[in-house]
């Protein structure tokens, strides 16, 4: 976190984090979005992709942190979901709430 000065725009102030190469760190990531355009649901059916999550809290090391999460919608029909549990992650990485039983939807395939 940092704060400029209004005027001059010059730093006046800077927050930094001290992590351990060791310990995991908890961390919102982004979600990313592709081929909602070519799903069946979609394409054929004429559904609407509705995003119920765009990030996760994810628990990793910090040389492993992965800057976004993508989430392959091409293969959706209408009426699914891809939940959390359906994700494919990279190596040393978790979703902090699938770690406590939660499978929550990420996005879901709509009629009309």
Do not use: M
Request: proline content about 5%; hydrophobic content about 40%.
């Amino acid at each position: 976190d940092y704060q400029l000065h209004p005027v001059r725009n010059t730093i006046q102030h800077i927050d930094f984090q001290r992590v351990s190469a060791s310990e995991k760190i908890h961390v919102k990531v982004p979600f990313h979005f592709i081929n909602e355009d070519v799903a069946p649901g979609v394409k054929l059916g004429g559904g609407n992709i509705s995003h119920i999550q765009t990030e996760a809290d994810i628990s990793c090391l910090a040389k492993d942190l992965p800057e976004f999460i993508e989430i392959d919608l091409g293969n959706l029909e209408t009426g699914h979901s891809v939940h959390l549990s359906e994700v494919k992650l990279p190596k040393g990485v978790e979703f902090v709430q699938l770690a406590h039983g939660d499978d929550a939807a990420i996005a879901t395939l709509l009629k009309p």
